[in-house]
């Protein structure tokens, strides 16, 4: 069977005591049932969740690209720089259309408030007021629709100058200097670095406990951990395979964790909890294919054994077979074989 099943301590764990006997010129350690969280590793794939291609929203001609495929922009940077003309032209016509229509406008609302001051004393007709007021109003709409083509003009001149709409690192580019675009043609694609996910397939089998317990880590190169923010469950299987596509949402990241989009990560799912011996890491002594411990029994003698070891854990090792739980072992296997030795050469 190809499972591979691995376990990892859960937040309370037992403590193992340690203690330097009188006997003992070293650290030992008790070895201890501890809780451990029984979990199935997949393999997953990272890839970012704010990915985008920024593009054209106006007419013009590249003039210049301020940055190429695997530069850092910031949010807010200036990456693209289009030609702007055009876009300036509108904006000296709609300033000046809206410096006329303002002063029709003070015009309008002048000649209505003497219109209305007549008006009141009874010099001017009622069709008269009328036309004064209407004049007036037509004069603020077209004040205001001045204000609005201003406004566009303005956007579509700012429209020329691209920028960044988030941090991150530009991946692709779809256009060269020189080039002309149109609204709608794409100009940069680009990801954040921030914020990451990881697409896992889950066996159908698994799905059951994966719903109740909704927990996951993904684990780097170096043996760190990152516990995931939380889990998306699509809520249909893929026919062909018979596999659940889980998204692990993970926190926001630094860059110097290493994840890239397209990596292919280790994740771990948890699927129950358990109690198995532990022993601490700094214990174990590896020789060759020989994995042991020093044990000290309760007379005080130290004894060699040879150990089978599960899955490495941040407090230690996972013990499969060798110790028994109370038995103490040496955290200091250098020191321990020095004065095992010792003690047999002058018990001889």
Known sequence: MKALWTTLAV???????IAATAEMPFLTATVERQT???????????EAVQRATISAQT??????????????????DLVIQISDTEQRSRVRAAEASLSEARAQAIEARAEFERI???????????????????????????????????????EQLEYTRVRAPYAGILVERHVEVGES??????????ISLEQLRVEVDVPQRLMDPLRRHREAHVILDTGER?????????????????????????????ETVGLFPGMFVKTAIKLGEDRRLVVPSEA?????????????DPDGRIGFRQIRVGRE???????????????RVALDPVHAGIHMKETQRVAR
């Open 284 to 296: 174990v002594v590896f020789r060759s294919e020989v994995v042991a411990v020093y044990v000290i």
């Open 116 to 154: 209305e001051s007549i008006f009141a004393e009874n010099l001017v007709s009622e069709a008269e007021f009328d036309r004064a007021r209407a004049a007036r109003d037509s004069a603020e709409a077209r004040l205001e629709s001045a204000q609005a083509a201003l406004e566009e003009a303005r």
């Open 313 to 327: 854990l941040p407090e230690g090792f996972e013990v499969l077979a060798g110790v028994r739980q109370g038995e």
């Open 36 to 46: 451990l969280m029984q979990e199935r590793i997949l393999d997953g794939r990272v």
């Open 226 to 254: 990152i516990a995931a923010e939380s889990l998306t469950i699509f809520p249909y299987a893929d026919p062909a395979t018979n596999t659940f596509q889980v998204r692990v949402n993970l926190p926001e990241l630094d």
């Open 181 to 190: 675009v149109s609204p709608g043609s794409p100009l940069l694609t680009g």
């Open 11 to 17: 937040a309370v764990l037992l403590a193992l005591p």
């Open 59 to 76: 007419s013009g001609r590249v003039l210049e690209i301020f940055y190429d495929v695997d530069d850092f922009v910031e949010q807010g």
